[in-house]
Antibody, heavy 125, light 110 residues
Framework: QITLKESGPTLVKPTETLTLKCTVS??????????VGWIRQPPGKALEWLAF???????RYNPSLKTRLYVTKDTSKNQVVLRMTNVDPADTGTYFC?????????????????WGQGILVTVSS | QSALTQPPSASGSPGQSVTISCTGT?????????VSWYQQHPGKAPKLIIY???KRPSGVPDRFSGSKSGNTASLTVSGLQAEDEADYYC??????????FGGGTKLTVL
């Protein structure tokens, strides 16, 4: 069974760097095809894709946030880490990590399943 | 990268069918077979209900179906049930190999 769980600070001050961890189980980040994405959701608003990291270290970022984001993985710890620099109150929201979708045939696709429970991060002084 | 366009709200009575649209461009919805849909109940994480435009994960009722025409993807919920009341989001994998979500649709079961 694949599970993901987000962890990190729930309160961050403006201009600080936010570091979130996604601890995964039921799969290895070194398996060919595997990927983990980060998605956030401001209170009462829509989902916004942030970043994605593949098993081979390839990384993708939302172009509008690219200069502030960095994603990395620690395969030995089964963790994916997202860093967001220079946070602002507009970055307040729930942050989710999610597994790259795959079919029982072993084929990996471009959707998210399953998702972690999310972590609510508030940016405030 | 602009968010995909969804209607803010949709509604239907129990037993009826409702269709939610998701409009993008040839760089995302129109140019991709990777369109997915997610259901989100209040305070919960999103749940995958449709992937690759039309495929349904195991465990998702066949009342949920997906389709696509040109730059617009659609989610149809047939035989509406009270538990279908939730927010629904589409997502496309762009030709640039990035992801983009829609603005979300709140489905109300009257």
């Amino acid at each position: 069974q694949i599970t993901l769980k987000e962890s990190g600070p729930t309160l961050v001050k403006p201009t600080e760097t936010l570091t979130l961890k996604c601890t995964v189980s039921g799969f290895s980040m070194s398996t060919t095809g595997v990927g983990v994405g980060w998605i956030r959701q401001p209170p009462g608003k829509a989902l916004e894709w942030l970043a994605f990291i593949y098993w081979d270290e390839d990384k993708r970022y939302n172009p509008s946030l690219k200069t502030r984001l960095y994603v990395t993985k620690d395969t030995s710890k089964n963790q994916v880490v997202l860093r967001m620099t220079n946070v602002d109150p507009a970055d307040t929201g729930t942050y989710f990590c999610a597994h790259r979708g795959w079919e029982n045939s072993g084929w990996f696709g471009n959707w998210f399943d399953p998702w972690g429970q999310g972590i609510l991060v508030t940016v405030s002084s | 990268q602009s968010a995909l366009t969804q209607p803010p709200s949709a509604s239907g009575s129990p037993g009826q069918s409702v269709t939610i649209s998701c409009t993008g461009t040839s760089n995302d919805v129109g140019g991709s077979s990777s369109v997915s849909w997610y259901q989100q109940h209040p305070g919960k994480a999103p749940k995958l209900i449709i992937y690759e435009v039309t495929k349904r994960p195991s465990g998702v009722p066949d009342r949920f179906s997906g389709s696509k025409s040109g730059n617009t993807a659609s989610l149809t919920v047939s035989g509406l049930q009270a538990e279908d009341e939730a927010d629904y989001y589409c997502c496309a994998f762009e030709v640039s190999n990035n992801f983009v979500f829609g603005g979300g649709t709140k489905l109300t079961v009257l």
